[in-house]
């Protein structure tokens, strides 16, 4: 269904105004196919509602003539959602962009919920997502990645913030997680994603000789 389509009662989508009114052309494309998708290429609703969100604020930015960071974009979501944390920081954050000509508040009532996304997706796409019934293994592994990312991002926002206010001196940087697991009983210390590919430590070997 077309991303300018009304439902039945003559509802539209907030996703498909957003999409339309920000000229996102192939979002709703690439949502319903990464919503559909399985395995590791699946995306929560939610991380498609921070992508939807991600793709506003970062056109609205280039309105006005900046070309702004992935760090940056990430700290306004936080900040129009309420997920920054508060504080002095997002105040001199809604100052910076009200002098840069964007209209907090109104750019704030253009990004969406997880339900409106899920809406959109069942309601004006007609798609549908059949959970795959997988190896928690799997599962498991691919939970800590995305921990580990969303780590990864909220560390270089504080940090592109901070900079940002002259808090700290920092050049170009890049965030590096890693995730390692010490079984005290055979001494092995693998990464997450290794140990889980190994199917755990070193203990059954010991036991076994």
């Known amino acids: 269904m077309a991303d300018g389509e009304r439902d039945a009662g003559g509802r539209r989508s907030k996703v498909a105004r957003v999409i339309d009114e920000y000229d996102l052309h192939g979002l709703g494309e690439e ?3 990464r919503w559909t ?3 590791d290429d699946h995306w929560s609703l939610r991380d498609l509602a921070a992508h939807v969100n991600e793709a506003v604020v970062r056109e609205r930015l280039r309105a006005t003539g900046a070309n702004p960071s992935e760090a940056y974009v990430e700290s306004v979501v936080g900040l129009l959602t309420g997920d920054g944390g508060g504080g002095a920081d997002e105040t001199h ?11 907090v508040d109104g750019l704030a ?7 409106a ?7 004006y796409r007609g798609a549908e997502y059949e959970r795959e019934v997988g190896d928690r293994v799997a599962a498991a592994s691919t939970a800590v990645q995305k ?43 693998r ?9 755990g430590c070193d203990c059954e070997d010991e036991g076994g000789e």
């Open 117 to 123: 996304v899920r809406s959109y997706l069942r309601e």
């Open 147 to 189: 921990l580990r990312g969303r780590l990864t991002s909220v560390t270089e926002s504080k940090l592109e913030q901070l900079r940002s206010t002259a808090r700290i001196t920092l050049g170009e940087f890049r965030v590096m997680v890693d995730v390692q697991v010490l079984c005290t009983d055979c001494n092995t210390q």
């Open 93 to 103: 954050l809604r100052r910076r962009l009200e002098r840069e000509g964007v209209d």
């Open 109 to 115: 009532a253009d990004l969406v919920t997880y339900q």
């Open 37 to 39: 998708a399985t395995g």
């Open 31 to 33: 949502l319903e196919a």
């Open 191 to 199: 990464g997450v994603a290794e140990l889980l590919a190994a199917g």
